[in-house]
């Protein structure tokens, strides 16, 4: 980063928006960020074969993705990403190359449908990211206290869980506030940083 | 950021469809020479070095150039030059080797950056 500033260029960060499919990452992106696309076409990993058919096609060795991020520039020369990771499972290579150098992951969960992101709870903390879980408060949605959410998925003490409404700036500002100083505290053991 | 691109140009890009595949561009390689890794949010800054003469630059890897006389991260380039990513990866390694990029390789391990993190926690709750 001082590198970076020694050329007068901008120090650059990125925070993963996670969950499963309709829980609101890019309702959550477009509320504070400037949303802007990105095409990646990536050689076909082991993950992706046999889930993308390739049959009749042995020439195809690459798999789009189209993908959006979002973009806050701030006036101290910083410029934070903020990165959905794409739900469907033929995408999962791309969570490693989001992953890498991230400062940790916002798992957005909603409450009618909690297992759907255990795959992103699974990943994160296998990998080492520090994560936090944001309860979208959908209208009509049954409210639980987050305590109960815990036990639901299976988290360690240390995980903050906040409510947020994903539509409201200030929300998932205060979502965002919350993983970066969960990332700052204490609580987390210097072994959980690494990405494996 | 603006684009340095006549808009005539990327409405024909998008209606017509691509018309080359995508790798054709860096004749088949989809990894940077030398095995340079460039991370999404790494910055790329087009060096003051005259262009070697061997050196035959096609017209996207002179887009990037001309994108990146500013120090530009490496996700805003690809977003701007609505290439794909490993393809822009490919093209900025071969730029990196001639000495006409530099690329400014963004702090792995983030979450043990306590300076980093101030930086984006005051910016955040500025907003």
């Known amino acids: ?67 959006d991020f979002g973009r806050i520039s701030f006036p101290s020369q910083l410029v934070l990403y903020l990165f959905g990771t794409p739900g469907q499972a033929r995408f999962w290579f791309m969570w490693d190359e989001l ?33 936090i879980i944001a309860v979208n408060c959908f209208d009509g949605a049954p409210r639980f206290e987050p305590e109960d959410i815990r036990i639901a998925l299976s988290l360690g003490p240390g995980v903050p869980i906040v409510l947020c409404d994903v539509r409201q700036r200030d929300s998932v500002k205060q979502v965002l506030v919350s993983l970066v100083r969960y990332v700052m505290s204490d609580s987390r053991r210097p072994d959980q940083m690494s990405i494996g | 950021m603006t684009s340095h691109e006549g808009s005539g140009d990327r409405w024909f890009d998008r209606e017509a469809g691509p018309v080359v595949r995508p790798y054709a561009l860096t004749m088949g390689r989809t990894r940077p020479a030398g095995g340079a ?7 790329v800054i087009a060096t003051s070095d005259r262009m070697p003469e061997h050196f035959r ?71």
């Open chain 1, 1 to 67: 980063m001082d590198l970076n500033h020694s050329n007068g260029g901008p120090s650059t960060a990125k925070i993963l928006i996670s969950g499963g499919f309709g829980v609101g990452k890019t309702t959550l992106v477009g509320a504070i960020s400037e949303i802007r696309p990105l095409r990646t076409e990536e050689p076909m990993s082991d993950r992706s074969v046999g889930i993308d058919d390739t049959r009749g096609v042995s020439a195809k060795t690459t798999t789009t993705v189209a993908m």
């Open chain 1, 99 to 131: 992953a890498i150098g991230a400062i940790g992951a916002v798992v957005l969960a909603d409450t009618r449908r909690v297992a759907d992101c255990f795959a992103s709870i699974d990943y994160f903390e296998h990998n080492g990211i520090p994560f």
């Open chain 2, 37 to 43: 890794s460039f991370d999404l949010i790494d910055v």
């Open chain 2, 57 to 127: 630059p096609g017209p996207e890897h002179r887009r990037i150039l001309s994108l990146c006389r500013r120090p530009t991260p490496i996700v805003d380039l690809t977003s701007e030059i609505d290439l794909p990513l490993g393809v822009v990866r490919v093209l900025l390694g071969d730029l990196a080797s001639e000495g006409l990029v530099r690329v400014m390789s963004t702090q792995k391990q983030p979450a043990s950056d306590q300076r980093l993190l101030r930086m984006v926690l005051d910016g955040l709750e500025s907003l």
